[in-house]
C-alpha cells in the first residue's frame, strides 16, 4: 500500500527548508491507524533526512491492541538508501520499533527479505521516488491518497509519482473504492489490481 499526502496540484511538499503540512490531525490520526494494521512501513532516505520520521504506532490504544494480537507495538521500519548516508541519530532510529536499512537492493531482494521477516502488509510512505519505483514496478495493490486544499506551484517542489511507465494507465484504471472528508483534506482510496 502507497500512502501519500499532496497539494491539489500534486506535490508532496514545497521546496522550502522546513516540512509543509499537507494534512490535518484527523488525517493524522487515520494514517496512525493504517500504520497500527500494517508489519512494516517503508520510506526513503531522503525522507528521514527531510522529515525525520519516527514511522511509529502514535495510540497507546492501538499498540496494545497489536501486543495483544502477538506483534510488537509499532511495525518494523524500512528505509531504502542508495549512499547509506543516514544520521545515526535519525529519529527513525530512536527506540520503539526495529529499524531495518537496505542500501542499494533491487526492489525484488528488498520484499523477499522483508517477507522473510514476516512483513505480509507493507505501507510505503515516501518519498516521491520511492512510491514511484513501487507504483511503476506494479508492486502497490491499494493506494491512500490525501489531497489538501491549495496549491504549491513550485517547479523545485518534490512531487508525487513523477514522470515513469505506471501500470494504472488509460486503460488500465484504479477502481477509487473510498472517498473521504476529512476536515479541510480529502481521501481517495483506490485498489489498483485488476478490476
Same mark, same amino acid.
Given at each position: 500500500?502507497?500512502?501519500?499526502? $499532496?497539494?491539489?496540484?500534486?506535490?508532496?511538499?514545497?521546496?522550502?527548508?522546513?516540512?509543509?503540512?499537507?494534512?490535518?490531525?484527523?488525517?493524522?490520526?487515520?494514517?496512525?491507524? $493504517?500504520?497500527?494494521?500494517?508489519?512494516?512501513?517503508?520510506?526513503?532516505?531522503?525522507?528521514?533526512?527531510?522529515?525525520?520520521?519516527?514511522?511509529?504506532?502514535?495510540? =497507546?490504544?492501538?499498540?496494545?491492541?497489536?501486543? =495483544?494480537?502477538?506483534a510488537i507495538g509499532s511495525p518494523l521500519r524500512?528505509?531504502?538508501?542508495?549512499?547509506?548516508?543516514?544520521?545515526?541519530?535519525?529519529?527513525?532510529? =530512536?527506540?520503539?520499533?526495529?529499524?531495518?536499512?537496505?542500501? !542499494?537492493?533491487?526492489?525484488?531482494?528488498?520484499?523477499?527479505?522483508?517477507?522473510?521477516? !514476516?512483513?505480509?502488509?507493507?505501507?510505503?510512505?515516501?518519498?516521491?521516488?520511492?512510491?514511484?519505483?513501487?507504483?511503476?514496478?506494479?508492486?502497490?495493490?491499494?493506494?491512500?491518497?490525501?489531497?489538501?486544499?491549495?496549491?504549491?506551484?513550485?517547479?523545485?517542489?518534490?512531487?508525487?509519482?513523477?514522470?515513469?511507465?505506471?501500470?494504472?494507465?488509460?486503460?488500465?484504471?484504479?477502481?477509487?473504492?473510498?472517498?473521504?472528508?476529512?476536515?479541510? $483534506?480529502?481521501?481517495?482510496?483506490?485498489?489498483?489490481?485488476?478490476?
Amino acid at each position: 500500500m502507497v500512502s501519500a499526502a $499532496v497539494s491539489v496540484d500534486g506535490y508532496l511538499d514545497d521546496a522550502s527548508p522546513n516540512r509543509l503540512l499537507l494534512s490535518n490531525d484527523a488525517d493524522f490520526d487515520r494514517v496512525d491507524e $493504517v500504520r497500527a494494521g500494517c508489519d512494516a512501513i517503508l520510506v526513503g532516505a531522503e525522507t528521514v533526512r527531510r522529515d525525520n520520521p519516527r514511522l511509529l504506532v502514535r495510540s =497507546a490504544e492501538r499498540r496494545a491492541a497489536r501486543e =495483544a494480537r502477538g506483534a510488537i507495538g509499532s511495525p518494523l521500519r524500512v528505509v531504502l538508501t542508495r549512499s547509506g548516508r543516514l544520521d545515526p541519530a535519525a529519529a527513525v532510529f =530512536a527506540p520503539g520499533a526495529e529499524t531495518v536499512v537496505y542500501r !542499494g537492493e533491487a526492489l525484488d531482494v528488498v520484499l523477499a527479505d522483508l517477507v522473510r521477516r !514476516g512483513v505480509g502488509r507493507l505501507l510505503v510512505e515516501g518519498g516521491g521516488s520511492v512510491q514511484a519505483q513501487f507504483l511503476t514496478a506494479g508492486l502497490v495493490d491499494e493506494l491512500h491518497l490525501v489531497v489538501a486544499p491549495f496549491f504549491v506551484g513550485d517547479p523545485a517542489a518534490p512531487r508525487f509519482a513523477g514522470p515513469g511507465t505506471y501500470p494504472n494507465g488509460p486503460d488500465r484504471r484504479m477502481r477509487l473504492v473510498e472517498t473521504r472528508p476529512i476536515g479541510d $483534506v480529502v481521501l481517495l482510496r483506490y485498489l489498483l489490481g485488476s478490476r
